[in-house]
């Protein structure tokens, strides 16, 4: 079992979750973080802490979100890993609430 980042991190990128993964299983992507499967522990940590809901344990992932699970495997095996917080993009409030960013996602 693995966490899956979705669609709500795109354009918010924030990085409080990467503080807390015991493992370093997050990798960072232009706009974006995802979590490589087979890194993950499943220790559930980095749910709670974020702030816009966009992590979700993979047998509680919605129906919309479930292309989200395949984008995490492949783009962690191409993006760089990050083990620290970083400071968010100054608009990521512009996008926390937004709907439908899926189209936004850079790779």
């Not at 493992?23 to 559930?44: Q, R, S, T, W």
Request: some cysteine; glycine content about 2%; aromatic content about 6%.
């Amino acid at each position: 079992m693995t966490f899956v980042i979705g669609e709500a991190c795109i354009k918010c990128k924030l990085t409080d979750c990467v503080e807390v993964c015991p493992v370093d299983c997050f990798y960072e992507g232009p706009n974006m973080l995802v979590i490589h499967p087979d890194e993950c522990i499943d220790c559930a940590l980095c749910e709670p802490e974020c702030p816009v809901d966009a992590i979700y344990s993979e047998d509680e992932l919605p129906d919309d979100q479930q292309e989200f699970l395949a984008l995490n495997a492949e783009l962690s095996e191409t993006w760089p890993n990050i083990t620290e917080a970083k400071d968010p993009p100054a608009d990521e409030a512009e996008w926390r609430e937004a709907p439908n960013k899926r189209t936004l996602l850079e790779r």
